[in-house]
């Protein structure tokens, strides 16, 4: 069975790609470490790429990649794929630092890019901006919540580590609440993309960042319920939201099922359950801004 373990980068379609470009150096500290005809490539100040940003007329999340072990054997994952009636393909060089990648579409048509084998690119701290940790996780809406989670269960081995009602999901692939989330709604599109921070000093950094170049916080932060992440969000250039999180529920322990306690934690121990619509008391925060949430 395909087994996902983290999340690698996921490719950005945008209509000014050198203003993103200089929004993911600028505030994000993102650094460039190639551009070819697959778009321009950023990694993190750690050197892992974070992100492929394409120029297209509609702004836009096309395909994210993600790591695998690195014994995973595409030919069984291929046949695997193929018996879902899924086609995919190998494809060589496709990233920098990548050599070869398993490509097939979601179900959805979200392009989806298993890698193996990597390479950091070279560590590079020098330049301003924030300097996540990672691209931590990617949230998008589906036109039929449910296929989704069984394509993502079933197919490609995530769990389901939360429910809002019946239209929100969480689905984690290693120790982190979340890798993915997708809510019922005309799709595929992306609801945001979230960075991961050190810790709460990192996010104040991330705040007076984010004054300094005139970007309004539209929403935190706050602690959420589900994943008890505190997350500040804000809108890209391209008017996608980009969430910033850090203290993220984490299951280190998959047979014993629960979330590693902590204090704000509503049950004890905490499971993965169905969160009733806004329902949570633990979280803190205010509201998002008027019209911060519109999609
Ligand atoms: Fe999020």
């Known amino acids: 069975m395909i087994k996902i373990q983290r999340l690698g980068h996921a490719t950005i379609e945008t209509p000014e790609l050198e203003r993103a470009v200089e929004y993911h150096q600028q505030l994000n500290g993102l650094n460039v470490v190639g551009r070819d005809g ?37 030919t069984a994952y291929a046949k695997e794929l193929a018996a879902a009636g899924i086609s995919s393909q190998v494809r060589s060089d496709p990233f920098p630092g990548t050599p070869q990648v398993l490509t097939f579409n979601d179900c959805d048509g979200t392009t989806i890019d298993l890698f193996r084998e990597w390479k950091f690119h070279d560590a590079d701290a020098r330049g301003g901006g924030l300097g996540p940790l990672k ?109 910033y999180y850090c203290e993220l529920d984490q299951m280190k322990n998959e047979d014993l099922g629960y979330f590693d306690p902590r204090p704000w934690h509503e049950d004890r121990p905490q499971r993965p359950k169905v969160w009733e619509p806004g329902a949570w008391t633990s979280g803190w925060g205010t509201p998002p801004a008027p019209g911060f949430m519109r999609n």
């Open 38 to 74: 697959a778009g321009v490539h950023l990694a993190t100040k750690v050197g892992q790429l974070a992100m492929t940003l394409v120029e297209a007329r509609h702004a836009h999340c096309s395909r994210l990649s993600f790591e695998v072990a690195p014994g995973a054997d595409f």
């Open 135 to 243: 691209l931590g996780h990617m949230a998008f809406f589906a036109p039929d919540v449910q296929r989704k989670v069984a394509f993502y269960r079933d197919l490609l081995g995530f769990r389901v580590s939360d429910w809002i009602g019946d239209h929100f999901v969480f689905m984690r692939c290693n120790t982190d609440h979340h890798t993915v989330n997708f809510f019922q709604g005309d799709g595929p599109r992306l609801h945001h993309m979230a960075f991961e921070l050190r810790d709460f000093s990192h996010m104040q950094q991330c705040c007076e960042i984010l004054a300094s170049l005139r970007i309004r916080i539209g929403w935190g932060p706050l602690r959420q319920g589900p994943g008890h992440n505190i997350a500040v969000y804000h809108r890209n250039p391209d008017d996608q939201v980009v969430e």
